[in-house]
């Protein structure tokens, strides 16, 4: 795949996910770590940029840098220009109806936040219950209880399984009258469980309550399609979409959004100000006080472009094919065991090893140049349901090959060595 300056795309690639051409649009891939080459397995975290995103920000940067919105010159047009392509880019990914229900946020984090201090304060009040589910990322969690506090409110969980599925009849027997919203992870990244969201949302729906889905890890995975969903909210983050950091997006149904008061006051966000009266600006703009991530956002657009040029079904079936071979091979080690079988999974391989604390497996994959993840993954409720404090997680991307899962395994036989079996 090459680009052009203007970060524009010409595939190179046929039907399915050629890894070796793919690997070559990936600069960061191709270095040596403690002296082995990369072996990069925490894309659940954050994945790697292509040059196309690379060489989008240094063409911002480089040629257009200039606030948007606000300007009548050139480089404020083009650079709004810009700004706005990417949005619309954004809504096709993920098939919203409007680019006015596109809102740019810094990321999942922020966007739940959003939600929870303007939908959240303008609808739940003493009594009411807000469900989540216990796989959920502390983005998922935390917003929720600082609302519920101040509101009066209760916070409900919907249990999981020993493989990691969600008890849908939990579900069903937690939501009712008092429910004000229904807030759940489309892909856990502790576990890689891939949740029903359409159901779900159905069945929240089926008593008017509104769903806000965090996709953070599913929409770098999975083809997203905010309609036929049905969800109210959609939420996630550039950064784990190849795309920069600091730049992520709330999906919100133009109606909701519109009822919603706004979350940040400032320029960018008001149509006139005086000292007695503010009004507020249309949408998208009224949830955008301040001056935005222009580049991160142009960006985003750049690394949408790159996927959607691959195709989402395609690195869809590539992952699930490296996800299977991976699961074969580190289920044949004696002493693993796999946290997370869900039957729909995607992405992520985490584990435990008896007698080897998850710290030490990730100190010894280092320096055997593998990046995994170690610890609670910011889902600490999700350790305390198996009884463990942390694991060791190796996450997938795109860009990631059977020879690197090899890698993975001779490092663990590695840790192994090192450490003993089951001391
Ligand atoms: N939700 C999930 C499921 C995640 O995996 C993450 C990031 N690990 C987040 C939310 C938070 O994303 P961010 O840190 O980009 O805001």
Request: contains cysteine; glycine residues 10%; proline residues 4%.
């Amino acid at each position: 795949m090459t680009t052009g300056s203007s970060g524009a795309i010409t595939p190179v690639v046929g039907p399915g996910v050629d890894v070796e051409t793919v690997r070559t649009d990936f600069p960061v891939l191709h270095q040596m770590v403690n002296g082995k080459p990369l072996v990069y397995l925490d894309n659940a975290s954050t994945s790697q940029k292509p040059q196309a995103v690379i060489d989008t920000l240094v063409q911002y940067y480089t040629m257009d840098n200039s606030n948007v919105h606000r300007g009548v010159h050139t480089l404020s047009q083009r650079a709004t220009d810009h700004y706005e392509e990417a949005r619309a880019k954004v809504r096709r990914f993920i098939n919203a109806e409007a680019d006015e229900e596109i809102i740019y946020v810094r990321g999942t984090t922020e966007g739940i936040n959003l939600v929870a201090q303007t939908f959240g304060r303008q609808n739940v009040g003493e009594g009411d219950e807000i469900i989540v589910t216990a796989m959920e990322h502390h983005s998922n969690i935390v917003p929720w209880q600082i609302l519920c506090q101040e509101r009066g409110a209760h916070l409900k969980v919907i249990p999981i399984t020993d493989s990691g599925e969600l008890v849908m009849e939990e579900y069903e027997r937690l939501l009712g009258p008092r429910t004000k919203l229904v807030s759940i992870v489309h892909q856990s990244n502790a576990l890689g469980t891939v949740n029903p969201a359409k159901q779900i949302t159905d069945m929240a729906h089926g008593l008017g309550v509104p769903v806000l889905v965090d996709g953070a890890q599913s929409a770098p995975h999975m083809t997203v399609d905010v309609q036929d969903l049905g969800c109210d909210f959609f939420v996630f983050s550039g950064h784990k979409l190849y795309g920069p950091t600091g730049i992520g997006v709330l999906y919100g149904r133009a109606d909701l959004l519109n009822a919603m008061p706004p979350y940040q006051g400032g320029g960018e966000m008001i149509k006139s100000v005086t000292f007695e009266k503010t009004i507020y600006n249309d949408l998208p703009h009224k949830f955008e006080a301040g001056t935005p991530d222009i580049a991160g956002a142009i960006g985003l657009g750049t690394a949408i472009d790159y996927i959607s040029n691959l195709g989402m079904s395609n690195i869809y079936n590539y992952e699930r094919e490296l996800l299977e071979y991976g699961t074969q091979r580190l289920s044949a080690i004696e002493g693993l065991q796999i946290i997370g079988t869900a039957r729909e999974k995607a992405g992520v391989l985490s584990f435990v090893m008896e007698g080897i604390h998850p710290h030490d497996i990730g100190t010894i994959l280092d320096t055997e140049g593998i990046a995994v993840r170690t610890g609670h993954h910011c889902a600490q409720p999700v350790m305390d349901r198996y009884e463990i404090p942390a694991t060791a997680r190796a996450s997938l991307a795109l860009y990631n090959t059977r020879e690197e899962i090899d890698a993975l395994v001779k490092g663990i036989d590695r840790t192994i060595e090192v450490f003993g079996r089951g001391l």
